[in-house]
């Protein structure tokens, strides 16, 4: 008997070390010169270890740049703006610790980040209550901004505080459902998630789309995204016979799926959102060749407004890619140093007292044409911004398809 | 077109997996009553072990390079679950059994930090060499050549360690020390040494398996161990903890059950929505529950009830 009450109790105790992965966070903020200028925080939160780390620390180094080049730039006149960056593994827990830690700092005047959108809802309502401003350049999840109700057309504004430089879900589910159908010629999609806010919210916006222009979702399925072995989904994909794999979710489990499922005999392209558009998504998956992804915005590399911000990145020497989210990071957090310096020019050039409440209040007339094009935000705190690009794998890289400013339908 | 055969391919190869990792914990639990938590990140070093071969000589022919990859991996897995031993779970060889318990899940989190924080790059999934070719084509099933070498691995493991528990001296002072240490003991046997002997056999097969997690999945990761660990733990459970059979059995039964309720659990009416890969880790544990309600012992466990 004591055995087996032993294994019961060893079970819930690996339950329990199972969740706590170990907390550690990486602070590090460029050096400080102080002179006579006010020091002005922004911070960064971005999952820089782990899975999604290539993501995570484009995300931080973007920012990083940003605030480097406005400082060399001088662009708010007595202003030094710092950098600090956290770590969140993706974890929605540790993200919240480190939105309790930026609102601790009272230096800290915006926050960029985080990448994930299951994340970003644990720290929204604490910068909500502490009047912080949040600019996400990667956050699709469409409720985050809108609520539940958007789906049925009754969309609200959630939190005061929250922007996003990144489009919404649901533009970008539809924009994949639209290029499938009619660009790619695919009537037959196989759908399948990892449960999470990001992916399933983009699966659903992706099938309301596709089934609505005619196209058949022969099946669907869910997956644990801390899964590897896909093979007993993959040899379901093969009996429904579908044209293609939609899969809402990010890289580290996306790429051995389309691997197995090109190992298995299946002869079909996956697609996925801006989750799977990473270079490390070709790295982890030995045949990603013709599978395709969407992403925000146009490819950087086609933009003039974004040639600068490449030669500065290059300039800079950082050791990680900008990744998919370079741009959308760097325009984040110039949208916050530009209402810094609003709200600086409206006091006599000095950082007023409560900056966060007159940073969150010049955010509303931020307009600036940046890495991605023209930044601003709407009612909802959502990117006025609705340019897509869909890309595909052609001999071992992303190369941009088919770009277009997608209109939200209502 | 049936896709029964290929579920069942794919339930064996991921079951042999399982099982080759569930024997480490086995061994060591029917000789010391210790469950090695610690083991999944001894398998996740063997999978790095074998992939520093590959960035060693990154032009060389996979073939060639396999077997030298996975002496480097049983190598790695081996020095690491011998030193566990030795300076972990030794000191605290009296100690109550939650001691050295906690001390293995924590020496866990140890390896797991440490590939992360000094294996070069290892802050995200690394990929793996794998061998190229069409997938072979048996009884109905596409099964892959890179997932080959798990289902050759496996029972060759498995008939080598029977024979080796069973015919040679080692073998049976094992068998003497799992039965009765004191005993085993006072007749001459070194039950130090047989301890060690455990991790290490439980550690060369846990590298193996790991050498065919690569092959088969193309990719390694610093958290690898965290499930394959706890399924296999799972899998022990199933067969019987403590006996080796019974460990390998538990894996293929786990492997198995996963795949086919991934197939078919969909299928049965009134089960859509618990069908699917989402909920085969859920189908898996109610098997486990199930069986250990019925004997609580484990497929083929005996020994376990009667100690304690």
Known sequence: MRNRSLLILTSVLTTGALTLTACGSRDD???????????????????????????????????????????????????????????????????????????????????????????????????????????????????????????????????????????????????????????????????????????????????????????????????????????????????????????????????????????????IPLMGGDGIYSGDFIKLNKKAEGDLATSVGKPVEQLDSAKKFIADYKAAGYKDAYEAYGGSTYDATWSIIEAVKIAVEGNDGKLPEDARAKVLEAMAKVKFTGVTGDVSFDEFGDTTNTMMTAYQVEKGAWAPKFSEAVKPQS | MNELPQQLANGLILGAMYGLIAVGYTMVYGIVQLINFAHGEIFMIGGFGALTIHLWFPDAPLLALIPLMIVFAVICSVAVGAAAERFAYRPLRGAPRLAPLITAIGLSLVLQQAIWKWYPDATKDQPFPQFEGDPLSFLGADIKVNSLFILIAAPICMIALGYFVNKTRAGRGMQATAQDPDTAKLMGVNTDRIIVMAFAIGAAFAAIAAVGYGLHQGQVGYLMGLIMGLKAFTAAVLGGIGNIYGAMLGGIVLGLAEALATGYMADVPGMDLFGGGAWKDVWAFVLLIVVLLVRPQGLLGERVADRA
Do not use: C
């Open chain 1, 29 to 267: 903020g460029n050096g400080d010169k102080g002179g006579d200028k006010t020091t002005v925080v922004i911070g960064v939160d971005s999952p820089t270890s782990g899975d999604l780390s290539a993501l995570g620390l484009g995300i931080k180094n973007s920012a990083d740049l940003a605030a480097k080049t406005a400082n060399k730039e001088e662009y708010v006149k007595g202003i030094e703006f710092k950098i600090e960056a956290l770590d969140d593994q993706a974890q929605p827990n540790i993200g919240q610790q480190n939105a309790a830690k930026f609102i601790g700092n009272k230096d800290v005047v915006g926050v960029v980040g985080p990448l994930n959108s299951s994340v970003s809802q644990s720290m929204q309502k604490p910068f909500n209550d502490a009047g912080l401003t949040q600019v996400s350049p990667a956050n699709t999840g469409t409720e985050l901004t809108q609520g539940d109700g958007w789906k049925t057309g009754d969309s609200k504004r959630q939190f005061k505080t929250f922007f996003r430089t990144a489009t919404t879900d649901e533009i970008q589910g539809a924009f994949a459902a639209n290029y499938l159908y009619n660009t790619a010629k695919i009537k037959s999609v196989f759908l399948i998630d990892d449960q999470k806010t990001y992916g399933a919210g983009l699966a659903a916006s992706f099938k309301d789309t596709f089934t609505k222009l005619g196209g058949k979702i022969v099946g669907s399925d869910h997956v644990n995204p801390e899964d590897r072995d896909f093979n007993a989904v993959v040899t379901q994909v093969k009996k429904t016979g579908a044209d293609a794999v939609y899969y809402g979710g990010e890289y580290p489990a996306a790429g051995p799926l389309s691997q197995q499922l090109k190992d298995a005999g299946n002869k």
